[in-house]
């Protein structure tokens, strides 16, 4: 498991989810480049922000196999709505 540094700057501000699958991509074509085995082995997880407006969108990404959640677990409504949006 390799979870992927949040997309987020030094100011705090929140990249979009939208480059979340390029990263992701990257790295598994790194991965591939080494040990092609390896690479569809090691499961990717988005290490930002997983939140329940973003979750679907994320977990719906090729390259994504999961994410690290923070502070929307602490909310049992939240934590539901990701583990819903899970495919």
């Known amino acids: 498991m390799i979870p ?8 705090g501000y929140v990249i979009s989810s939208d480059y ?21 082995a090691v499961p990717l997880l988005h290490g930002g922000s997983v939140k329940p407006d973003n979750a679907a969108a994320l977990f719906a990404m090729l390259d994504i196999d999961g994410g690290l959640i923070g502070s929307a677990a602490l909310e049992a409504g939240s934590l539901l709505s990701i583990y819903h949006a899970v495919p």
């Open 4 to 11: 992927v540094a949040p997309f987020e700057d030094a100011q």
């Open 20 to 40: 979340g699958q390029p990263v992701h991509a990257f790295l598994r074509q790194t991965l591939a480049r080494a040990d092609s085995t390896l690479a569809e």
